[in-house]
Protein backbone atom coordinates (compact mmCIF):
# COMPACT_ATOMS: atom_id res chain seq x y z
CA UNK A 1 0.00 0.00 0.00
CA UNK A 2 1.29 3.58 -0.84
CA UNK A 3 2.28 5.64 1.99
CA UNK A 4 1.51 9.19 1.62
CA UNK A 5 3.33 12.28 3.28
CA UNK A 6 2.07 12.82 6.88
CA UNK A 7 2.57 16.53 6.11
CA UNK A 8 0.77 16.34 3.33
CA UNK A 9 -2.07 14.75 5.04
CA UNK A 10 -1.58 17.66 8.02
CA UNK A 11 -1.59 20.55 5.12
CA UNK A 12 -4.87 18.82 3.51
CA UNK A 13 -6.58 19.31 7.06
CA UNK A 14 -5.49 22.61 7.79
CA UNK A 15 -6.58 24.07 4.13
CA UNK A 16 -10.31 21.97 4.31
CA UNK A 17 -10.58 23.84 7.58
CA UNK A 18 -9.23 27.20 6.81
CA UNK A 19 -11.80 27.24 3.59
CA UNK A 20 -15.15 26.23 6.18
CA UNK A 21 -13.91 28.62 8.79
CA UNK A 22 -11.91 31.38 7.40
CA UNK A 23 -14.88 33.67 7.13
CA UNK A 24 -16.03 33.29 10.98
CA UNK A 25 -12.86 35.54 11.66
CA UNK A 26 -14.86 38.21 10.64
CA UNK A 27 -17.71 38.23 12.58
CA UNK A 28 -17.94 39.84 15.98
CA UNK A 29 -19.07 38.18 19.34
CA UNK A 30 -22.54 37.18 19.23
CA UNK A 31 -25.18 35.74 22.00
CA UNK A 32 -24.39 35.22 24.93
CA UNK A 33 -20.40 35.56 24.02
CA UNK A 34 -20.06 39.35 25.62
CA UNK A 35 -21.76 37.60 29.11
CA UNK A 36 -18.83 34.95 29.17
CA UNK A 37 -16.49 37.39 29.29
CA UNK A 38 -16.83 39.49 32.44
CA UNK A 39 -13.82 37.99 34.73
CA UNK A 40 -11.53 41.25 33.85
CA UNK A 41 -9.27 40.52 37.01
CA UNK A 42 -7.61 37.99 39.19
CA UNK A 43 -9.58 38.50 42.28
CA UNK A 44 -13.24 38.42 40.38
CA UNK A 45 -11.83 35.29 38.69
CA UNK A 46 -10.98 33.69 42.24
CA UNK A 47 -13.75 35.71 44.02
CA UNK A 48 -16.43 33.82 41.28
CA UNK A 49 -14.23 30.42 41.98
CA UNK A 50 -15.07 30.42 45.52
CA UNK A 51 -19.31 31.79 45.21
CA UNK A 52 -20.28 29.64 42.61
CA UNK A 53 -20.83 26.03 42.97
CA UNK A 54 -20.27 25.03 39.55
CA UNK A 55 -17.06 25.69 37.75
CA UNK A 56 -15.56 25.68 34.61
CA UNK A 57 -12.26 26.39 35.08
CA UNK A 58 -10.46 25.75 31.52
CA UNK A 59 -13.27 27.88 30.13
CA UNK A 60 -13.01 30.91 32.78
CA UNK A 61 -9.34 31.25 32.25
CA UNK A 62 -9.72 31.20 28.97
CA UNK A 63 -11.94 33.75 29.01
CA UNK A 64 -9.91 35.85 31.92
CA UNK A 65 -6.41 35.27 29.52
CA UNK A 66 -7.80 36.16 26.40
CA UNK A 67 -9.73 39.32 27.62
CA UNK A 68 -7.03 40.76 29.58
CA UNK A 69 -4.76 40.23 26.40
CA UNK A 70 -7.21 40.96 23.78
CA UNK A 71 -10.09 42.81 25.06
CA UNK A 72 -12.73 43.15 23.32
CA UNK A 73 -11.67 41.70 19.63
CA UNK A 74 -13.11 38.82 18.39
CA UNK A 75 -10.36 37.51 16.36
CA UNK A 76 -7.94 36.31 18.35
CA UNK A 77 -10.65 34.30 20.48
CA UNK A 78 -11.79 32.61 17.28
CA UNK A 79 -8.49 31.93 15.85
CA UNK A 80 -7.25 30.11 19.03
CA UNK A 81 -10.44 27.89 18.91
CA UNK A 82 -9.61 27.54 15.13
CA UNK A 83 -6.32 26.28 16.03
CA UNK A 84 -7.58 23.62 19.13
CA UNK A 85 -10.04 22.88 16.08
CA UNK A 86 -7.59 22.13 13.83
CA UNK A 87 -5.35 20.12 16.13
CA UNK A 88 -8.52 17.87 17.00
CA UNK A 89 -8.62 16.91 13.24
CA UNK A 90 -5.25 16.15 12.64
CA UNK A 91 -5.80 14.01 16.29
CA UNK A 92 -8.87 12.46 14.76
CA UNK A 93 -6.40 11.43 12.15
CA UNK A 94 -3.95 10.05 14.50
CA UNK A 95 -6.25 8.06 16.32
CA UNK A 96 -8.10 6.69 13.19
CA UNK A 97 -4.94 6.14 11.50
CA UNK A 98 -3.94 3.92 14.75
CA UNK A 99 -7.01 2.33 14.97
CA UNK A 100 -7.52 0.90 10.92
CA UNK A 101 -4.17 1.03 10.12
CA UNK A 102 -4.47 2.29 7.43
CA UNK A 103 -3.45 6.24 6.36
CA UNK A 104 -6.24 6.58 3.68
CA UNK A 105 -9.01 5.85 5.92
CA UNK A 106 -7.21 7.59 8.67
CA UNK A 107 -6.96 10.71 6.10
CA UNK A 108 -10.94 10.47 5.01
CA UNK A 109 -12.49 10.47 8.45
CA UNK A 110 -10.41 13.09 9.39
CA UNK A 111 -10.82 14.94 6.06
CA UNK A 112 -14.74 14.25 6.79
CA UNK A 113 -14.52 15.77 10.73
CA UNK A 114 -12.69 18.99 9.32
CA UNK A 115 -15.37 19.49 6.96
CA UNK A 116 -18.20 18.94 9.23
CA UNK A 117 -19.82 22.14 8.90
CA UNK A 118 -22.06 21.62 12.07
CA UNK A 119 -18.72 22.02 13.60
CA UNK A 120 -18.65 25.70 12.48
CA UNK A 121 -20.79 27.07 15.82
CA UNK A 122 -17.93 25.85 17.58
CA UNK A 123 -15.48 28.11 16.44
CA UNK A 124 -18.28 31.08 15.25
CA UNK A 125 -19.96 30.94 18.90
CA UNK A 126 -17.03 31.87 21.29
CA UNK A 127 -19.00 30.11 24.22
CA UNK A 128 -18.80 26.56 22.72
CA UNK A 129 -15.48 26.32 23.29
CA UNK A 130 -15.88 23.79 25.75
CA UNK A 131 -16.96 21.13 22.76
CA UNK A 132 -13.53 21.86 21.37
CA UNK A 133 -11.60 21.50 24.86
CA UNK A 134 -13.44 18.39 25.72
CA UNK A 135 -12.72 16.97 21.74
CA UNK A 136 -9.41 17.88 22.49
CA UNK A 137 -8.96 16.11 26.27
CA UNK A 138 -10.92 13.10 25.01
CA UNK A 139 -8.93 12.95 21.68
CA UNK A 140 -5.38 12.53 23.61
CA UNK A 141 -6.94 10.15 26.09
CA UNK A 142 -7.73 7.97 23.73
CA UNK A 143 -4.47 7.81 21.79
CA UNK A 144 -2.94 7.68 25.59
CA UNK A 145 -4.81 4.73 26.14
CA UNK A 146 -3.72 2.99 22.63
CA UNK A 147 -0.39 3.88 23.54
CA UNK A 148 -0.15 2.29 27.25
CA UNK A 149 -1.80 -1.15 25.07
CA UNK A 150 1.11 -1.27 22.58
Known amino acids: ????????????????????????????????????????????????????????????LYYFSFYNFF?????????FLFIVYLLNSFLVYRLVRILTQSQVVGALVAVFFAANTVQFRNIYWISCNLLLFATTFYLLSALSFLRYLE
Request: glycine share 4%; aromatic share 22%; charged share 20%.
Open 1 to 60: MKKYSETGIYLLLFLVSLSLFYPSFKYGFVSDDYNRITIHSLDQLLESWKQVNFRRPIDE
Open 71 to 79: GYNPFPYRF
